[in-house]
């Protein structure tokens, strides 16, 4: 039912583009360089939940419209296959490049052996890989977050929030990006008040099993620590986060988005009320930028981390009920200031 859905808010371009790269080979005849002498815009190759994740995937697509709307750009976005394998996403990569797209981005860790793969036969063209900076290439940019940072702040928001002292973190799939999350999570509900207990659950081993993909998952997990006495779940799970959201409000318990700001996504409109904050990384301006370096002739190359300090991770306040409550936002100023001068170091792992 999911696959259906984003199926069909895909562009014309991309329906063309996945026949062509059903349709090519990775010939090596003409890797050497991009494509024509035209930049097309910028290409965006989707992790597993593809568009309409109200989170992870659609801050990507958020940086790619700025991207078009200011340059002039046609650039498109590619959704994922399921079960497909690395060669898959390195021929994806490939046509992309091929087709006269610059930079390529894959949206995701999972896209790392392919951006690795398609940037040394492209090196002329810009590759871009988000949430992975293990590819040391002089055409490739790391985009990479201290989400462990903006996880504490969502600790310190769900301690003095809770009235049970019961609170919860579900996780997509059981990986080290993940773990970064419920670190950071758990040290800040820790240091803001003792006895509060942190129920944790990752929703599967794999991405293959669906774990950043299935609301259910979601949405049964949190039903399980709301059972057990959670009165805040923050869930780091890309799509499945909707399904937690979901149980949250059933339950009139807060929920805490993550990536996006997700009190404000259309299609988590009706549950708002219970979206307490949202862990958020700047996705989008991490797309954003890399597009418009290469736009300027000086691409971004090497790690690129973003950081509270750097404006590129942050706790969203649209929720009225956050904004407004003095004694939350004095706490959460606190622990901002004491990350950005040191005197609070947040565990990753």
Not at 146 to 171: D, M, R
Not at 230 to 249: E, H, R, T
Not at 270 to 294: C, E, P, Q, R
Not at 329 to 343: D, F, L, N, T, V
């Amino acid at each position: 039912m999911r696959r259906v859905s984003r199926i069909a808010v895909a562009s014309v371009a991309t329906a063309a583009l996945a026949v062509t790269v059903s349709a090519c080979g990775s010939s090596s005849s003409s890797t050497s360089a991009g494509g024509g002498d035209k930049n097309l815009g910028l290409a965006l190759a989707y992790d597993v939940g593809g568009k309409g994740d109200q989170s992870f995937n659609d801050a990507a697509t958020a940086g790619l419209d700025q991207a078009d709307q200011e340059f002039g750009y046609k650039s498109t976005a590619v959704e994922p296959q399921d079960g497909e394998s690395d060669a898959d996403k390195v021929q994806r990569l490939e046509t992309l490049a091929k087709q006269g797209y610059n930079p390529v981005i894959g949206v995701g860790f999972a896209y790392a052996p392919a951006v690795k793969a398609a940037a040394a036969k492209f090196p002329k063209t810009t590759f871009g890989i988000v949430d992975d900076n293990q590819i040391k290439a002089s055409n490739v940019t790391d985009l990479v977050f201290h989400e462990e940072q903006a996880s504490y702040l969502a600790g310190v928001a769900a301690a003095k929030t809770t009235k049970t002292n019961t609170v919860g973190f579900i996780g997509g799939v059981d990986v080290p990006l993940i773990h970064k999350f419920e670190a950071g999570f758990k040290q800040g509900v820790a240091d803001t008040k003792k006895g509060v207990t942190v129920k944790s659950q990752y929703l599967t081993q794999t991405a293959q099993e669906g774990g950043f993909s299935s609301p259910d998952k979601g949405e049964n997990a949190a039903n399980g620590q709301i059972d057990a006495g959670a009165d805040v779940v923050y869930a780091a799970a890309g799509l499945s986060g909707q399904g937690v959201i979901k149980a949250a409000s059933e339950h009139k318990i807060w929920a805490i988005g993550v990536d996006s700001d997700q009190y404000k996504q259309d299609a988590l409109a009706k549950y708002k009320d219970s979206i307490l904050t949202s862990a958020m990384k700047d996705v989008s301006g991490a797309v954003y930028n890399l597009a418009k370096s290469v736009k300027d002739g000086k691409p971004q190359t090497g790690e690129v981390r973003a950081s509270l300090a750097t404006g590129g991770v942050s706790l969203s306040d649209s929720n009225p009920v956050f904004k407004d409550n003095a004694a939350l936002q004095a706490a959460i100023k606190k622990a901002e200031e004491g990350i950005k001068s040191g005197s609070i170091t947040v565990k990753d792992s």
